[in-house]
T-cell receptor
């Protein structure tokens, strides 16, 4: 079956612009995770959804970052007033029911802020 | 805050060698994942474990909860095993990732 997909695969934007990154989880997976990976580092947790609600958003670095999952499937990570430091690969993962399950990762969106 | 460390940072091995990658963490956790990330970024979950030992093909993962330590072993290593191996611990409701171990297996 289809895995986790993310769009776009690459996004180049200018400092100060608004961007949206999309994640399509595996069908039926209730848990969805967003991570950020900077060059040469391991992934960093951003937010975890259980269904439509954010169960833990403690990893969002500041209020410029926001994520939604209105129907409990597709999720959108939104970044306002982008800064050069936001440049990273943004990874999405989903799992069947929750934190104790195997996570399936998407290919990531590479965001470059000029 | 849970600190996750991995060793070695980089590892080069000859094909066929037995490989061990270590992960240690500072605070009690409920689960630990081993992930494999190939060049180009794709991440694959290898194991999720909370106690004992798991085996899948040539890969073996162990965890010692008391010592706050886990190891990933690769037997009969092959060049296709070349990747970054990342340990991630479930701490509270989020995951804390280690910095990764870059493995290169030479033919």
């Amino acid at each position: 079956g289809a895995g986790v997909s993310q769009t776009p695969s690459n996004k180049v934007t200018e400092k100060g612009k608004y961007v949206e990154l999309r994640c399509d989880p595996i069908s039926g997976h209730t848990a969805l995770y967003w991570y950020r990976q900077s060059l040469g580092q391991g992934p960093e947790f951003l937010i975890y959804f259980q269904g439509t609600g954010a169960a833990d958003d403690s990893g969002l670095p500041n209020d410029r970052f926001f994520a939604v999952r209105p129907e409990g499937s597709v999720s959108t990570l939104k970044i306002q007033r982008t800064e050069r430091g936001d440049s990273a690969v943004y990874l999405c993962a989903s799992s069947s029911t929750g934190l104790g399950d195997t996570q399936y990762f998407g290919p990531g969106t590479r965001l470059t802020v000029l | 805050k849970n600190e996750v460390e991995q060793s070695p940072q980089n590892l080069t091995a000859q094909e066929g060698e037995f490989i061990t990658i270590n992960c240690s963490y500072s605070v009690g956790i409920s689960a630990l994942h081993w992930l494999q990330q190939h060049p180009g970024g794709g991440i694959v979950s290898l194991f999720m474990l909370s106690s004992g030992k798991k085996k899948h093909g040539r890969l073996i993962a162990t965890i010692n909860i008391q010592e706050k330590h886990s190891s990933l072993h690769i037997t009969a290593s092959h060049p296709r095993d070349s990747a970054v191996y990342i340990c991630a611990v479930l701490y509270g409701q989020n995951f804390v990732f280690g910095p990764g171990t870059r493995l290169s297996v030479l033919p």
